[in-house]
């Protein structure tokens, strides 16, 4: 009896183990680089202090969800293990992504290899391609710990950074030139900034407002820049809409260059007044103390994925906060229903019906491998429970005058 029990006990627990595997959601990580791609948020690579991956993942936008359930989809690996690296959304096609920067390792290794400066990702067939670039900055080569933009011409800015070495005996230099790409053309261009006020820059984050203005904060260096010191890089003198920009969490690093103090303060720029406030927050479901995390706007939500909540522990959680005129709530919930406002990154170029297709496929394979497991458990059961019941019913034998325990009456 006491076996049957314990393949009872074991065939349960392997059930729920597979259906949880199932579920198809990435492990915690941070240092990984996202892209919004029409109702697709592509997050690339990341790292733990163990792993560097490789692993491309995206969260799939064009239907309600809640956060506990975040619809993961995972997609083509890219050719290489990748962290501290930056991407960018082609505005030209509104399908490709380009990788700059960052740390390339040999895959499922932990052997760095520099490889390329530039990846390319097709997000219609997710094929991984190496553009070739005519007058390519050597001094860019093995940069990281930036982050790019891209306006609505196909120029892609990318600021400073930091060289990566694995030498030693090399001091890391930490870079002020902007590095432009053309997307149009695959011609490389660099211009050198004199700005000695402005010598720590990596680590930032970078936001491209409608007016041409690429508003920088933050970053890191030999000291930290104050977050009152806006950096701003006009890349041209069209006038435009100012739009406020949001932050949420960081953290400062301590004396051994480890992850610090980490915070939780949501706080919003005003790209008029160049003043910071930090708004009212409601909601139930706001996220704990962030750093290195990835934060994007889609519609009005900004949706909040990964990151660390201290030196040692790792998020894969997901957090989405509600802006629509400015009320800043944290849901539990994305609603498509209540997307109103317009895309903030990117917009749908045609895709929705090859990007539907792809999920409908994905969601069928799910379905029916999760259907064929609980059929299979539930015959299993059948039959386990058939020769319990079969035992506890079985016919006691009562010895009598004249027969033997191994007597059989017909």
């Avoid at 006009?234 to 006038?239: E, G, M």
Wanted: proline share 4%; net charge neutral; with cysteine.
């Amino acid at each position: 009896m006491k076996s049957l029990y314990y393949i009872l006990f074991f065939v349960i627990f392997s059930s729920v183990y597979y259906f949880v595997i199932c579920q198809n959601v990435p492990s915690p990580r941070i240092q990984q680089t996202s892209t919004l791609v029409g109702t697709r948020l592509y997050f690339f690579g990341g790292a733990t202090s163990l792993n560097v991956f490789s692993e491309v993942w995206y969260l799939d936008l064009s239907n309600s969800f809640e956060t506990s359930t975040s619809p993961w989809h995972s997609d083509v690996a890219m050719p290489v293990g990748y962290n501290f690296g930056t991407s960018s959304l082609s505005p030209i096609d509104n399908s490709t992504v380009f990788l700059i920067g960052g740390m390339t390792w040999t895959k499922d290794t932990n052997n760095y290899l520099y490889t390329s400066s530039v990846y390319k990702f097709n997000s219609k067939n997710s094929q991984w391609t190496i553009p070739s670039i005519n007058n390519f900055n050597s001094s860019f080569a093995t940069r990281y710990a930036t982050q790019a933009v891209v306006s609505n011409n196909g120029a892609i800015f990318v600021f400073g950074g930091s060289n990566y070495t694995i030498n030693d005996n090399i001091i890391n230099t930490i870079f002020d030139d902007m590095n432009i790409l053309d997307i149009n053309t695959m011609i490389w261009s660099t211009q050198t900034q004199y700005r000695p006020e402005f010598l720590n820059g990596f680590d930032y984050t970078a936001t491209l407002l409608p007016s041409g203005l690429i508003v920088y904060i933050g970053g890191g260096g030999t000291s930290f820049n104050n977050l009152s010191q806006i950096q701003i890089f006009n890349t041209n003198l069209i006038p435009g809409k100012l739009n406020p920009i949001i932050i949420y969490g960081g953290a400062g690093y301590n004396s051994s260059g480890s992850i610090g103090n980490v915070f939780s303060d949501l706080a919003v720029l005003d790209t008029n007044s160049w003043l910071w406030t930090v708004p009212s927050v409601s909601g139930t479901r706001a996220p704990p103390p962030l750093s290195m995390h990835s934060a994007a706007l889609y519609k009005n939500y900004m949706i909040i994925a990964f990151g660390a909540t201290s030196s040692t522990s790792l998020s894969n959680n997901c957090y989405i906060l509600d802006i629509q005129n400015q009320n800043y709530t944290w849901v539990t919930k994305f609603n498509v229903l209540t997307t109103t406002n317009p895309v903030i990154q990117t917009h749908n170029n045609g895709n929705s019906s090859t990007e539907q297709a792809n999920n409908n496929s994905s969601n069928l394979y799910f379905g029916i491998g999760i259907g064929a497991g609980v059929v299979s458990l539930a015959i299993v059961l059948f039959i386990i429970g058939f020769f319990i019941y079969k035992n506890q019913h079985k016919e006691k034998f009562i010895a009598t005058p004249g027969t033997f325990k191994d007597d059989r009456i017909r």
